[in-house]
């Protein structure tokens, strides 16, 4: 079997939506954290945020040529 080479815009493209897919899952991890511990919400924002600013490093970073 035969392994295709992705071009630089597909790569471009498959690096964004893995970046979205993550943004959405930390939001749904978020919403379950906080519901099932109201007490570790001020943690668990905290920690989002670091994760979310460390996606748009990432994203910064996308130029693959």
Do not use: W, Y
């Amino acid at each position: 079997m035969e392994a295709k080479i992705l071009s630089n815009d597909e790569k471009k493209q498959m690096f964004l939506n893995a970046v979205k897919e993550i943004e959405a899952d930390i939001e749904i991890l978020k919403d379950i954290a906080i519901k099932n511990n109201p007490e570790i919400k001020e943690e668990v924002n905290r920690l989002v945020k670091t994760i979310l600013s460390n996606v748009k490093v990432l994203k910064s970073f996308r130029d693959f040529e």
